[in-house]
């Protein structure tokens, strides 16, 4: 993992840098080039709404959500549920939530720095597209099978469609390398895994229940994505 993680750090740099260039969250995720908040809140509310309808977090439960950003969704499972905690790469992003009075913790890309069974729910959304390896994405998954709880529950959340992508997709987009020559943006290498990949570390862990949703957010990021639901009950 050890050349893994320096891939990961490098992430977590570029987007501390695209939060120094501005603090909207789906510019800094690199979800959107628009600097402005209008949109910030309706697309959040929008994710929250349809991520918790699938998880349904409670009041007493312990939630993890990994690789929370700036801190959008964060701030709404806070004020759900009481013992909350956000984990990101991104330095500047992890201040930038710290900022708004959230329990968050950079992460260094290794093992979650977590006891066993700790968390009754886990999200990990839109944290894939990120990931440069098979290695570092099968990791990612083991250690939130870790700690979650017996009878726990986790959402991956917005994957491509079963079947209907290949590893990486994103990173030879032609957009992406035209922009980089006529130096409109800082380009980053999104990825995208064959869905076998995901099945197969699903049955390795032995999930008790796995449920897919459709992602119904009408958003360029998120169309013909899937929610998935992994229910450890044991």
């Not at 986790?154 to 987009?173: C, D, R, V, Y």
């Not at 119904?216 to 992994?230: D, F, P, T």
Request: aromatic share 10%; hydrophobic share 35%.
């Amino acid at each position: 993992m050890g050349g893994g993680i320096l891939s990961l750090k490098k992430i977590g740099h570029y987007h501390s840098g695209r939060v120094q260039e501005s603090s909207n969250a789906l510019y800094a995720n690199g979800y959107s080039m628009e600097k402005n908040d209008v949109l910030v809140k309706k697309i959040y509310d929008e994710i929250f709404i349809e991520i918790n309808r699938i998880v349904n977090v409670l009041p007493t439960e312990t939630v993890l959500d990994i690789g929370c950003g700036t801190g959008e969704l964060l701030s709404r499972l806070s004020n759900i549920a009481k013992n909350v905690i956000g984990i990101d790469l991104s330095e500047e992003m992890v201040k930038l939530a710290s900022q708004k009075k959230l329990n968050v913790i950079l992460y260094n890309g290794g093992t979650l720095p977590f006891d066993k069974e700790k968390f009754d729910c886990i999200v990990v959304n839109s944290v894939f597209a990120n990931l440069p390896s098979l290695e570092i994405a099968s990791h990612l998954i083991e250690e939130a099978h870790r700690v979650v709880t017996k009878n726990g529950r986790i959402l991956i959340s917005a994957i491509h469609h079963p079947g209907k992508t290949g590893m990486p997709t994103h990173a030879g987009n032609w957009r992406t390398h035209l922009k980089k020559l006529l130096g409109l943006q800082q380009p980053i290498h999104y990825y995208s895994y064959k869905y076998s990949f995901f099945l197969k570390e699903f049955d390795k862990l032995d999930f008790s229940q796995i449920s897919y949703f459709p992602c119904k957010i009408q958003h360029e990021s998120l169309r013909g994505k899937y929610h998935v639901l992994l229910k450890n009950w044991r």
